[in-house]
């Protein structure tokens, strides 16, 4: 008996000193100065408490559909050339409606064979019906739809993960936002800096190299002048705005192939430097393989001829082709050193497949996330102090038990937090919010309610003249049934808050639901060696001071 109580202490004193390394790791020293920095250290706090910046954002998923059904025109195009199949045009007939594709001005001899490609080739995502014009209509498949925005959303969270992290922010919160449609929830704990992160938000549109038609002319009415009137479906007009050059440039409008060359992802890295020859800022880039390959047919074969540098959709910079260049090239304009700068983050850092719309944004200051600490600190203490109290003068000496059980309660919760911060290194540990200290705060509740339902139970079995033995066993037998089905039903509860919540919601589930975990041990456990060993103590007739 007194070998298993042994091995029983010995399991508990094993749990408080890994939850105490999780607390505070291993401190300089043992001055509360030194306890507190390790502590502050391992608890990682929400954007409530550090206080940061908070951001509700849109993908405009159709632009990654356009984009997508951009290159199936290109692609189709390429096709009915290769297999010697003429075409009057391929386009998009209706801007609104970016997945439907149209072939017109196929011979009527050649029916057959312009079904077999488009069948072979684009039936799995088109829907493929045919006119008694000859002309032939691709409409993208709902299921290739959805899923087409769900990646563009889940490669825009990517993507901004990349960004953001490039700024040095510890724990940020970026993931996709469920009340609304194809929005995603960007939380930066601890945020100094709040015009660079606005900077690169909102600089998060894609950056692309086209091919210049004409330009540039002074409105979008000379633009359309110089195409006769009518607009081809495989061009587009962009307005020029120098907003990245120093200002010398005039503004206008250009006319340019809607397929882009390059553009998006196809950045591999980009970094800021100097042309040698002028002086002037530039961003030397990167590009993948095949961008490079596709790079190089194009500028091999237009040396002389002018592209155009398109961000934010409008044209930022008009360079002529002087050589063909495959991998590596340079973007040169009259830019600023901050300006050189963000460009050459926002290509590095991972490009968008979509532009974003910000819908919401707030900034939490820092100091009040030091007085949402302190005071829910002070509320935790002063509810704990009182619990503690309350059950020394009501349960004399078995509040003793209650009270420690308490205590080592709350360090098992926050050995977890710090835990999971130590083995995750920081990335995607669990945080401590606002919300999480009322957890906090909710599962001292709990722990007591554990303890009174245990203690109640035992002085039921003293009234009915059993031996405090056979009382400690029939209460907790009695009470430990009715423990976890309150703790169970609880934790559920919380881990559809964790599923279906954001942020600090996420918060106040995993403190509810570890504190719940941790009181089962504490309560049902810990309690009960506590009993164990005073049972040990007692004289023969002495009873449980309960």
């Known amino acids: 008996m007194k070998k298993n109580l042994k091995n029983k202490i010995a399991l508990i004193i094993a749990v408080l000193l890994i939850c105490l390394y999780g607390i505070f790791g291993i401190p300089s020293g043992l001055s509360g100065k030194a306890l507190l920095e390790g502590m502050s250290g391992r608890i990682h706090l929400g954007l409530d408490l550090r206080g940061g910046a908070h951001l509700i954002l849109q993908v405009k998923v159709e632009e990654a559909v356009s984009a997508e059904t951009d290159n199936v025109v290109a692609q189709i195009q390429q096709d009915l050339k290769g297999a010697s199949l003429t075409y009057s045009q391929v386009y998009k007939p209706d ?3 970016p997945t439907l594709i149209r072939v017109e001005g196929t ?10 490609l488009l069948d072979t080739k684009y039936s799995n995502e088109y829907n493929l019906d045919s006119g008694s014009d000859n002309a032939w209509t691709l409409n993208m498949k709902p299921t290739v739809l959805k ?20 700024l040095g922010v510890s724990e940020p919160v970026i993931q996709e936002y469920g009340l609304g449609a194809n929005e995603i929830l960007v939380e930066l704990p601890g945020v100094e800096n709040e015009s660079e992160i606005e900077k690169i938000i909102q600089g998060t549109n894609r950056l692309e190299v086209h091919a210049v038609v ?11 002048a110089s195409v006769g009137g009518n607009l081809p479906a495989d061009e587009e007009l962009k307005t020029f705005s120098p907003v990245l050059a120093g200002g010398s ?6 006319v340019l192939h809607r397929q882009y060359v390059v553009g998006g992802s196809d950045f591999r890295s980009a970094d800021p430097g100097v042309d040698s020859n002028t002086g002037r800022r530039q961003v030397q880039f990167t590009l993948t393989n095949e961008a490079g390959d596709r790079f190089y047919d194009y500028t091999s074969k237009n040396v002389g001829q002018s592209m155009a540098v398109v961000m934010n959709d409008q044209v930022r910079e008009v360079a002529t ?15 600023t050193q901050d300006e050189v700068a963000a460009l050459s983050k926002l290509l590095s850092t991972g490009a968008l497949p979509a532009s974003l719309v910000q819908l919401e944004k707030r900034f939490v200051g820092a100091s009040l996330g030091a007085d949402s600490i302190r005071e829910g600190v002070m509320a935790a203490v002063v509810g704990v102090l009182v619990v503690m109290i309350f059950m020394l003068i009501y349960y004399r000496g078995s509040g003793i038990n209650a ?30 919010t606002l919300p999480g200290i009322a957890g906090v705060i909710l599962t001292i509740g709990m722990g007591v309610d554990s303890n009174v339902l245990i203690f109640e139970r035992i002085r039921e079995e003293v009234r009915a003249g059993k031996a405090p033995s056979a009382a400690v066993d029939q209460g907790f037998a009695h009470a430990w049934v009715t423990i976890v089905d309150t703790h169970v039903t609880t934790i559920v509860s919380a881990a559809i808050l964790f599923m279906f919540g954001t942020g600090p919601v996420k918060g106040f589930a995993v403190t509810l639901t570890i504190g719940l ?8 456990y810990v309690s009960r060696v506590i009993f164990e060993a005073h049972l040990n103590r007692l004289k023969p007739g002495e009873m449980v001071s309960i």
């Open 147 to 166: 899923a087409l925005e769900e990646k563009t959303v889940q490669q825009a969270i990517v993507a901004l993960g990349d960004r953001v992290n490039a």
């Open 403 to 432: 009270d420690l059980a308490l205590i080592l309660n709350l360090v098992i919760l926050l050995g977890v937090l710090g835990l999971s911060s130590a083995m995750s290194g920081g990335a995607n540990a669990l945080t401590l």
């Open 321 to 335: 082709i002087q050589s063909a260049i495959r991998d590596r090239g340079e973007i040169t304009g009259s830019f």
């Open 107 to 116: 011979p009527v001899a050649s029916s057959n064979a312009v079904r077999t």
């Open 95 to 97: 801007p609104a409606k």
């Open 249 to 254: 440039e005039t503004g206008g409008v250009y």
């Open 517 to 524: 975990a941790a009181n089962l041990f504490t309560a049902v």
């Open 214 to 224: 004409g330009g540039p002319y002074k409105d979008e009415q000379d633009g359309l």
